[in-house]
């Protein structure tokens, strides 16, 4: 009697379990790296999963693929390319932040400012290059020409970018 | 990793600021309309000294005086 009742309730438990699809390794297919890139007021990738990224770190230009060796690089102002499920790839201009390779493919790209390149203006970029190489080269406080080197730093490789 | 800007006494928040402020006034009109808005910062502070109130200051100010005497000294 009491085995048949625990047999019964047995019966109404496992329907649930063979319905919801365990997440495995597999389940995040073994070329794709599921990338989330986020600034503080947008979001432009969610857990997407895409091919490949490349990042502009301080310790040089690395291309991300699929299963990299966990690792958190620090990104200079530069340009990030994603490579794409269906074959497009998709540029953007960061202005700094970092990038953090964790296991089982998962890479997430924090930056304050990023947009595509077709957002610029090479005007502004040229008349603020002018602008801080002014104040740069000037006898500003210390303070001041560091911040305009700052900006000359930015500002030189979005006018690379915008080439 | 030595950087000119931390040599300078710079602050690595400082640095993201700056850099994101110039990245801003790059873009095209339209957006950097929008943009310009997320530079803007109009904090302030006041210290609390036994119970009191003291001054309510601005905070961009009262970072750019603390910055001063120390990049001077450099």
């Known amino acids: ?163 | 990793m030595a950087f000119a800007w931390k040599a300078a006494g710079i602050t690595y928040n400082r640095y993201l600021a700056v850099a994101a402020r110039v990245v801003r006034r790059s873009l095209k009109d339209d957006k950097r309309l929008q943009a310009e808005k997320r530079g803007e910062m109009d904090l302030r502070f006041a210290k609390w000294e036994n119970g009191k109130q003291g001054e309510s200051r601005n905070l961009a100010e009262a970072n750019e005086q603390a910055a001063q005497p120390h990049a001077g000294g450099q």
């Open chain 1, 1 to 163: 009697m009491n085995s048949l009742r625990i047999a019964r309730s047995a019966l109404r438990v496992r329907p649930t379990v063979t319905r919801a699809a365990k997440r495995g390794y597999a389940d995040v297919t073994p070329d794709k790296i599921r990338l989330s890139l986020a600034l503080p007021h947008q979001s432009i990738y969610k857990s997407q999963d895409v091919v490949q990224v490349n990042i502009p770190a301080e310790s040089g230009e690395m291309g991300i693929l699929a299963n990299h060796v966990p690792s958190i690089e620090q990104l200079k102002p530069g340009l990030i390319e994603v490579i794409e499920e269906q074959g497009g790839s998709k540029q953007f201009f960061l202005s700094g932040g970092f990038a953090t390779v964790q296991p089982d493919s998962r890479l997430s790209i924090n930056a304050v400012e990023g947009y595509p390149l077709e957002d610029f203006s090479a005007d502004a970029v040229r008349n603020q290059i002018s602008e801080a190489q002014k104040i740069a080269g000037g006898s500003g406080s210390e303070q001041d020409i560091a911040e305009a080197k700052i900006e000359l730093e930015v500002l030189e490789s979005l006018q690379a970018a915008l080439k």
